[in-house]
């Protein structure tokens, strides 16, 4: 529908850009900064409106994004910014119709991202520990996407395992943003299907150390790598072309692996690590210099 209607989450935005947030409701009034606007000149209106407030002042009045929703929508947990939620989606290959694994569920952010990956013919199993967050979670994502039937929420403690009967049907990919994701690895390998795809989010290198390490451990796991993202948004306004002063420079560290079957990746590991005065920095330089 491309009509905003009464209900509905709605973002109005001012000549500088700045979002403001708003669930529309017949007969209540929005204010903003000394100026009011009547929700029921809203209800109604083409998404990409301008709107005029009662002062003069004018916005417009935009259905969000899913990346403008979730950084404006209520938060139990801190949310994952819209360049990773871009990210894991496409790093973490989640693709309609995949059977998807996540926890923690936190505020539905990237829950929210993973249904709309998997579409109408996949599904999400999420897991969070905290009741709270999982019902502010449920709120913030029903409010966006509706009704959501392919999403089984529960608020348990992933560490402690997966329902069996969850884990007996398969996972596609397993998608993790919690602070000990190595406390799932072992319940990962076994829930994910041989050649689906593990992926962590975390914003400290130990915490990175210790997934990667429970990964190695687990046997099962090839393909590991870790990244992170570095978005920076540019000032272009007529001679003044230069990268913009503030970005959010660091959020988290991406982890991903491919489930395969143990033998090739580490073998080959144990080969290098076996080689006498082995530098495995050196002999990466090398590989790179030969390419
Ligand atoms: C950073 S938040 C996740 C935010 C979420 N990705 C989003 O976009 O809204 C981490 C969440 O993991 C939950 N959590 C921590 N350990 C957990 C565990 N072992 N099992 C399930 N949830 C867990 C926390 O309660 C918290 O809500």
Known sequence: MKQLHNGERIHLVDNKARQYALTLKAGEIFQYSGETIPHDE????????????????????????????????????????????????????????????????????????????????????????????????????????????????????????????????????????????????????????SGGLYLSFVPTVPQVMQTVEALERATVFGMIETFETLLRTWNIKGRSVRPDHRMVAHSGFITVARKVEPGLLAARAAEVEAAPGHDSDAEEQDEENAA
């Open 42 to 193: 809203l209800i109604g209106k083409a998404d990409g409106s301008v709107v005029t407030l009662s002062r003069g002042k004018r916005m417009l009045a935009l259905r969000p994004t899913l990346g403008e929703y979730v950084l404006k929508m209520p938060r139990g947990a801190q949310v994952i910014y819209p360049k990773d939620l871009a990210m894991i989606t496409i790093w973490a290959d989640v693709y309609p119709g995949a059977r998807v694994f996540e926890a923690g569920t936190g505020s539905g952010g990237l829950t929210m991202a993973l249904l709309r990956a998997v579409g109408d013919r996949g599904s999400v199993v999420s897991y969070e520990a905290r009741e709270d967050f999982a019902k502010t979670a449920m709120k913030n994502i029903e409010r966006y996407l509706g009704p959501v039937p392919n999403l089984t929420a529960r608020q348990q403690d992933a560490s402690e395992g997966i329902e069996p009967e969850e884990e007996a049907g398969g996972f596609d990919r397993v998608v993790l943003d919690l602070p000990e994701p190595w406390r799932i690895v072992p319940h990962a390998a076994r829930a994910l299907r």
